[in-house]
Each structure stands twice: as C-alpha cells, then as structure tokens.
C-alpha cells in the first residue's frame, strides 16, 4: 500500500477526520475510478504532495496523466524519488480551500499550536504537514525540518511518550549529523563552484591561498591576517603543522584516504583532494582553475562536505548543537553493543575525540606524533644514518620526547584504552623530493649533498606503499620499534606515578604472516614485561589478504586483532587509493561500481575478508577482540556490516564519533527488528 494511504489510514483509526483516497495500480484503474466521482478529483502519483497534483476538469483525463507523468520523470531524473512508484492516488479534492498546516515551527522544532496537528503527530510519532479542507486531512506527509529542529522536536516527541527512543533515532541520518557538526555553504553559494574534486573532510571555509606550509603557518600566526587555506599539489608529513593552522587543505592530488586527506578529518580542516582541474605553480605563485587565475593571498572557498571549489569568499554558515544533541547521543549509547573508539595522534585530536563521545582511542598514529615537524631533522637524520649505531644514537636523543608526547595523551585519557601502533609508513614520506629541498637538508644535517642523493637511491622504492613499510620496517631496523615501546612503558610508569592507570595496547601494522607476529613479539616483549605493573596487549592490524586468509595461525600470538580497511580496500581491489580518484566518477557512471570503496566498504570482496578473519581468528581464540579502524568506521553501512560480523569496536575520526555512535546504534536496532 502507499505510504499516504498507510498514513492516512492510521489516522483514520486514530479517529481523526480523513478524506478517503483511491489507490489505482495502472492507467487503466485509474479510468474506472474516476468514474465513480462527481464532485471534482485529483490525480498524482504515490510520492508526489497534495499540492502537485493535477485537477481533472471536463473529463480530460488523459491531459491529466500526461502532466503527472512528465513530472515523474522529472522527479525520477532529479533523484527524488528512488523508483518508479507503484500507485496513482485519485482523490476528491476542494482545490480552492486547501490549506497547509505544519506541526513543528520550522525555526525552533517547537510545536505548533493545534489540536488536529497534535494529534496527527502523536499517532505518527512525526513531525508532520498536514493538507487540511472542510476539517478533514487530506494529505499527511513528513515534516522537513534542518537537523537541528529536527533534533528537538524528535525529543519532544518522545518525552511526550508519543514515541520510542528506538523510533526515534530510526529517523536521524548520518546527513543530519554531518550538517550540524560542521559549517556549510550559505544557500545558493554552490551555484558558484569553479571545480569539483573528492570530498575528503566535511565542512566549509574561506581562506586566502598559500602554496607552501611556511608561508601558510607564517600568514595563519599573523594577527589580522585571516583564515588560510593550504593548497598543494599533495602534502607530506612536513605540512602537518601548517594543516594544523590553516583553515582548510586543497590538493591536486590524491584520495580518501590521502595523507591530507586522513590528517585533515582527524583535526576536523574542510579538505578537498584530487582536484584535477587545478594547476599549482610554485615559481609564480599561482593557482589557475579554467579560465581563472588566482595569487597567493587571494580568497577562495572550498566545501569538504560536497568537494566544491568556489572563487573568492562565499559566505558559510557556522554549526551549533541544540540541547536536544546530547539526549539523543545518550539514547545511541544506551541502544548500540559496539564500542566506538576515535583514530587520534595529537593531544588536541584526542580532546576533540572525547569531547564527541569517544570511549577511548581505537588507532594512534604515532608518525604524527613520533615525527612531527620539529623533529623532522632529527627524524631525517636517524633515517639517512646507514648503520644501526648512529640510528640508535638519534632514537636515543628522540627517547624523552616521544616518552613526553605519550604520556600527554595518558594524561588526557585518564585511564581510557588506547591502541597505540607502530611506525607504519614507508621512510621515503620523511624524506625530501625537490632539489632545493634536499640542498637544504644536506646543509642542515652536514652530511653532503652527494652522500644524502645517494642515501635516498638506496630507499627509492618502485611502489612504496607496498614496499619497506609497516611491520617490516620493525623488522628490518627493530632498534625504531624497540625505541617506540620503550619510550611508551617509560610513559605509562609516569603516568601512574601522577596517578592515572593506562590501558595501552601495542599495534602492529601490516601483519601478513603469524611470523612477522612472533619475531616482532619476541623483540618487543621483553620490554613490555620489564614493567610487571602493567598488562599491555599485542596485536595485530590485519590489512591485507593473506592476513585475512590466515587468520588463525596469527592470532595464535595476538591479544586482539585492528582491520585496517584502508589498506585491505586497496590491496583487495588493486586500486591505489591516492589515484582512483581519476577514474572512480566515470566507473561510478558506468555502474561499474556503486560507491567509492574507500568511503563504503566493499560488502561482497572485502566484507567476506572481513567474515574469513573473524571466523577463523576466533577459531584460535573464541574471545579475540576484533575492532574495525579505517576510513570507513563511522559510514552506516560500513558500521553496520561490522556490528553483523560481530565486530567489538569501530574506530573513525574525532568529528565522525556522533555518526559512529548513531550508526552503531541504529545497526543494533536492525538485529532487534530482524
């Protein structure tokens, strides 16, 4: 049955006055009906409002259906309406004295003053708008409220009783959130985009343009400068404080999961990558997009959420959290069965985090905080040494201050779990690429302009990303992941000296065999047990799939198993997650894919790696923790195929905690429902 008939009927049962309708399946149907009117009638088709219907005057049915026919391909064609309905609505109607009615003021969620929309409302569970004649409804369709209005009216309605908490939140979308968290473009500014690229971290800003992180940190620490934006072919872990100052990223350059696109979402920066219609020139200064050119210092808009990029300063409009946020946050929790963790590095990230719900970190990247950009040099340094002496004397000099760095973030947990993993990245990302960049470090490092070229020959790598990386970085140079630990228990000694009790586990990245795990083990326990104080888990990050397909030899030495379905996403496909970007839209046109794998996950090929390594981890261990941290672990669908697969936790980003909780939420209500 349509849903108007379905609502008008309960209505009716209800005891309101309704207006009867007729539901017709076929043109045909609809030429009997209308033979049994006399007043005057009206025709639509099942979705379209009271208000787009077509009158039928003199008999001329056919006109009638020719309109609402072209409207439905209209609606169909504009994304409207999600298939072809099944049913013509035939309805009397008094054209002249409809009037509309809603239940909700638009402005503020509150209720409208009336007994009709009250009631209506009540035995819906819904904001309403209601088409009222002669005293009786004939029409009954949902409310469109912004987020916000709709946060409080669902609260209202179910503090009233009219509705259940679960009913509730089966209204709320992931969109609703992601609207209230972060700004967005003013009405009408979209209509202004110069170039599209890949929507990387929600939000919209204004800055002037800076193509260099010094210049970009330089302009964004003068006062009265204004916002900036950081704009580059693609960025490196040198720019991370200059993205951390800037208002927003845009690259040439990149994905999903790109490094300014990861370091972007998790500091909550508007960031738009693969923008390939753009051309940076550094010697100039310049930024052209088409016909237009741009200089540094000039505005430009860009909007994270849709992945616009708009000349000069389009005007945004910034988010606020009504007080009806905090209740419905409070019914996800009470409702979802998964925990939900935040991926984090920096002390801020993981305020941020907490500050959003986040019950602890499920992923902390320690490159950003091992190597972030005041001790690059050293970093750089400790890389180009060519023997394991002088690497272990830069780890030694680094010891203390990644020590300081951890136990920061054991203070600000306060006792909340988090998993710490291992360097990951191949060493190349910490290296300089320009010539007058490695001038630079030859200068800074004195160890010659010859012998550094040389040096970076040596780890040049044809596919990097594949290459001398993650766990085999520990393996191949264990004094890097020997020095990460120690400084790690050194913190957490500290940390209970000021009164905190750390929950850390350790994360090794990249597992793809149970011998990797147990070298790794060997190497790192020892250190960890110094301390018989403190019970730290090992465990492995399962990203790839020979990972997934031996799961249950690896978890023979594992505490707990973290999917990285980044990695797991690009090794199943084959796809390189910095430059699918250039093909994803047209694949996505052709059908040949429905999504982007790397904002979705990919239920059929890598969903069933998922299933293998979970059935067969927990084959070893029944009990194995099994926790999902990549891009995707606040996206519905995604979250809602872990919580299937009986997933413990879901990690994602400190501003994606409130999607998480509802997702995670809502998934749990469709195993109650199933």
């Known amino acids: 049955m349509a849903k108007v008939a379905e609502r008008l009927e309960k209505l009716a049962a209800a005891g309101l006055p309704v207006a009867p309708l007729t539901l017709c399946a076929t043109e045909a149907d609809v030429a009997a009906a209308a033979q049994t009117f006399s007043a005057d009638i009206s025709l639509r088709y099942e979705g379209a409002r009271l208000r787009a219907a077509t009158s039928i005057t003199d008999g001329d049915l056919d006109s009638a259906l020719a309109q609402q026919r072209q409207a439905l391909d209209r609606a169909l064609m504009l994304g409207l309406v999600d298939a072809e309905p099944q049913h013509w609505i035939i309805q009397e109607t008094p054209a002249a004295t409809l009037v509309e009615i809603d239940s909700r003021d638009a402005m503020t969620g509150e209720a409208t003053d009336g007994e009709l929309t009250a009631q209506a409302e009540a035995t819906l569970g819904q904001p309403l708008k209601l088409t009222v004649a002669e005293g009786k409804i004939f029409d009954a369709e949902p409310l469109a409220l912004s987020p916000r209005q709709k946060f409080t009216a669902l609260v209202d309605l179910v503090e009233q009783g009219h509705l259940s908490q679960a009913q509730g939140l089966k209204q709320i979308s992931a969109l609703d959130l992601e609207e209230l968290l972060h700004p967005r473009l003013a009405p009408g500014g979209e209509n202004l985009t110069i170039a599209s690229g890949i929507n990387a971290s929600p939000g919209a800003v204004a800055g002037r343009i800076y193509f260099s992180a010094r210049d970009a940190i330089d ?37 999903m999961t790109s490094h300014a696109a990861v370091i972007a979402r998790g500091l909550g920066k508007p960031c738009v990558v693969g923008v390939r219609d753009m051309d940076i020139d550094p010697e100039s200064r310049t930024l052209k997009i088409g016909d237009q050119l741009f200089y540094e210092g000039d505005w430009l808009t860009i909007d994270g959420t849709s992945g616009r990029v708009l000349p000069g300063r389009v005007e945004t409009q910034e988010p606020t959290l009504p007080e009806a946020f905090d209740k419905i946050m409070g019914w996800c929790d009470a409702t979802r069965s998964m925990d939900v963790l935040a991926n984090a590095e920096t002390v801020a990230e993981v305020e941020l985090a907490l500050h959003f719900g986040a019950e602890g970190i499920g992923l902390c990247r320690t490159e950003h905080m091992f190597l972030n950009a005041e001790r690059l040099g050293d970093v750089q340094r400790m890389i180009l040494a060519e023997t394991v002496d002088a690497r272990e004397a830069v780890l030694k000099e680094l010891e203390p201050l990644v020590q300081a760095e951890f136990l920061r973030l054991l203070m600000v947990l306060q006792g909340k779990p988090v998993t710490v993993r291992l ?42 990303m594949m290459g001398l990386r993650g766990c085999r970085l520990g393996i191949m140079f264990p004094e890097i992941y020997e020095s990460q630990v120690r400084a790690l228990m050194a913190a957490c000694r500290q940390a209970r000296k000021q009164g905190v009790q750390p929950h850390v586990d350790i994360m090794l990245p990249l597992i793809s065999s149970a011998s990797e795990v147990a070298i790794l083990r060997e190497r790192l326990e020892p250190i960890v047990t110094e301390d018989a104080r403190q019970s730290i ?24 198993f973290s999917f990285g379905t980044n990695d797991l996403t690009q090794l199943a496909f084959g796809l390189s997650r910095d430059d699918a970007g250039t093909f994803m839209p047209e694949y996505r046109n052709l059908g040949l894919l429905a ?22 981890g927990r084959l070893n261990k029944a009990d194995m923790p099994m926790g999902l941290c990549g891009e995707q672990g606040a996206e519905p669908a995604s979250v809602t195929l872990a919580h299937d697969l009986g997933f413990n936790s879901v990690s994602c980003s400190p501003y994606r905690v409130p999607i998480a909780r509802l997702a995670a939420a809502q998934a749990a209500l469709q195993d109650e429902t199933a």
Not at 220 to 249: C, F, M, N, Y
Not at 451 to 464: D, F, G, M, T, V
Not at 539 to 555: F, H, K, N, Q, V
Request: proline share 6%.
């Open 219 to 255: 302009v964004a620490q003068t006062s009265g400068a204004g916002p900036v934006l950081l704009v580059r072919k693609e960025t490196t872990p040198e720019d991370i404080r200059a993205i951390t100052v800037a208002a927003g990223v845009v690259t040439r350059a990149g994905g």
């Open 423 to 464: 360097l990951d990245p191949p060493l190349h990302e910490f290296l300089p690429s320009e010539s007058g960049e490695i001038e630079q470090l030859a200068e800074a490092t004195g160890l010659g302009l010859l012998r550094i070229q040389r040096r970076l020959e040596a780890l040049r790598e044809a596919n990097p």
């Open 537 to 560: 888990g090992i465990g492995a990050m399962i990203e790839t799939p020979r990972a997934c397909l031996r799961a249950e030899e690896i978890a023979q030495d594992c505490d707990f």
């Open 595 to 616: 999504y982007n794998p790397f904002r979705v996950l990919d239920e059929q090929g890598v969903g069933e790696l998922l299933a293998i390594a979970v059935e067969r």
